[in-house]
């Protein structure tokens, strides 16, 4: 039998995918890399991208022979290659604007702006940006990084005094509640010094300090241990102490030295608040300008630390001046160099503390009977109020006791002298912190606001010819704040320049106001 004949062989159209064009056309090896520089906006080149690591190069400077999206369809050889339009990468935000940004960056976000109006807006955001990173940037230099201190803490962990070397014998400090050692610790073949803090007897605030989080004006704990305390250390105050040997022959006694529980700290104290303000009478008398200045910045720094006590449900144990320590800043700034050491401002930390149990006292009905617990009653929120303004009169050398001197029966509080610019603001802070009536004090809150306006404004002949509004105090705050970009701009020409503990000071001031709070404080301030 015949066999039917083969089928015709049919001709097929081979299919093919196509990749999507991507928006950059990059040659493979091209091998030009393109130079950096931050004053001609050209982006840097990219290093070799090692394996498993995020990729830092941008979607469009990406080769076009890189990853590509999986394939939607099959497409056909002949027909038109539909054109996929790239997808518009989201307008960056003032925050993420640098000078050094791409030109087709910055177009995406001036092409939509309308006016002046649009840009003055942009440029206002990015101000406001870079004061936060530049504050940021000042508070590492302060305080250090945070990583570091967790580096010293597991490093000090479990670790006693024998791994310590005493510096001094004596104290360098003394508070109210402990006494405080210079000693050397070796870490990373670097000699480092931190302060030894030796509580006194009743200190009932160490688990508390344990849990703080860090803060400028909070003493930092980044070890504790508890141990015998060394022979060669003096406790001033201790019967027996002062006529104790130093031959270098370890007493007979040693076993019968107190075993306590000991606090290292990164920040080494060199003087009480108490000690400053008795060692300033002369520096008052003098240049009360510059000193009752410096009054303000340490009220501020005092108001800081509460507030962020108070956000913790934590109260400061005993506020007052023999509690609160002044540690040398770590770079001076080069226009205090070779000045009085008294000029400087020091930071200011709390170190004294208690838990918070029960809720904020109400307001009373009875002044006298107010008086009574803020003075006598064991320490509250309420009572940080009193305490700031008892301190406003120690630190300006005016004597004052709230039981003796009131009596409860007179609406008097003694008088402030008008040495300065500052001397009647902060005779009327006082005043609003110690008010008769808890309802009227203003909290510790709105007196860091007022002490902030005394020391950078606005002032009082701000409105001598322009009445107050919102718009006034708006503009204020912008310009201000663009006037103190430029000054940090200027001073980093100078060589050796470093910010100061008052220049961050003042970047938390102008990072956060607004024209709102300027309304309510100079309402109060100027009334």
């Not at 001036?110 to 649009?118: D, F, H, I, Y």
Request: glycine fraction near 8%; aromatic fraction near 6%; charge should be neutral.
């Amino acid at each position: 039998d015949l066999l039917p004949p083969p089928l015709p062989k049919k001709q097929l159209q081979r299919a093919e995918s196509l990749p999507e064009q991507g928006p950059s056309q990059h040659c493979r090896g091209d091998p030009t890399p393109w130079a950096g520089s931050i004053l001609y906006g050209i982006p840097p080149a990219h290093p070799r991208h090692e394996e498993g690591a995020p990729s830092s190069i941008p979607p469009w400077d990406r080769p076009s022979w890189g990853p590509k999206k999986p394939l939607t369809k099959s497409q056909s050889l002949g027909e038109p290659v539909a054109q996929s339009s790239p997808q518009k990468a989201p307008s960056p935000s003032p925050a993420e604007l640098t000078f050094g940004m791409m030109d087709r960056e910055l177009g995406q976000l001036l092409q939509p702006l309308e006016g002046p109006a649009g840009v003055c807006g942009v440029v206002l955001g990015c101000q406001a940006a870079a004061l936060a990173r530049l504050s940021a940037r000042i508070q590492e230099e302060l305080v250090g990084l945070e990583e570091w201190q967790q580096l010293l803490e597991a490093e000090l962990a479990g670790k006693s005094w024998a791994a310590l070397s005493i510096l001094d014998w004596e104290p360098c400090c003394e508070s109210r509640d402990a006494w405080y050692f210079r000693v050397g610790f070796t870490f990373e073949q670097t000699q480092l010094v931190f302060a030894a803090k030796v509580p006194k007897p009743g200190c009932a605030s160490l688990g508390v300090q344990s849990s703080l989080g860090a803060h400028c004006s909070i003493q930092r704990l980044i070890g504790r241990f508890t141990d015998r305390l060394p022979w060669e250390l003096v406790l001033p105050g201790i019967p027996g102490e002062q006529s104790q040997s130093r031959s270098g022959e370890e007493p007979a006694r040693l076993a019968t030295r107190p075993i306590l529980q000991v606090l290292i700290s990164p920040e080494v104290p060199y003087q009480t608040l108490a000690g400053f303000v008795k060692g300033s009478h002369g520096l008052h008398r003098t240049s009360p300008g510059h000193y009752e200045r410096l009054a303000c910045l340490l009220l501020l720094q005092v108001c800081m630390g509460l507030e962020h006590l108070r956000v913790q449900n934590v109260g400061q144990g005993d506020l007052c001046p023999e509690n609160l320590l002044l540690v040398q800043c770590p770079c001076p700034p080069r226009s205090q160099q070779g000045k009085e050491a008294s000029l400087s401002l020091p930071r200011l930390l709390i170190s004294s503390f208690f838990k918070v149990k029960g809720k904020r006292r109400p307001c009373s009905t009875s002044q006298e009977q107010d008086w009574t617990e803020g003075l006598t009653a064991p320490p509250s929120l309420a009572a940080d109020e009193l305490n700031v303004g008892m301190l406003i009169y120690q630190i300006l050398h005016v004597d004052i006791s709230l039981e003796n001197t009131l009596g409860f029966r007179s609406n008097r509080l003694p008088e402030i002298p008008s040495l300065s610019i500052y001397s009647t603001g902060l005779k009327r802070l006082a005043m609003l912190l110690l008010h008769r009536d808890p309802c009227k004090r203003v909290s510790v809150e709105q007196a860091r606001s007022i002490l902030q306006v005394l020391l950078w404004g606005p002032r009082q002949e701000l409105f001598a010819r322009s009445k107050k509004t919102l718009t006034l105090l708006r503009s204020w705050v912008e310009v201000k704040r663009a006037l103190l970009l430029l000054k940090f701009a200027e001073n980093s020409a100078g060589a050796g320049m470093s910010p100061s503990l008052e220049e961050w000071l003042c970047c938390q001031y102008f990072k956060e106001v607004t024209e709102h709070t300027l309304y309510q404080v100079t309402q109060a301030l100027y009334a």
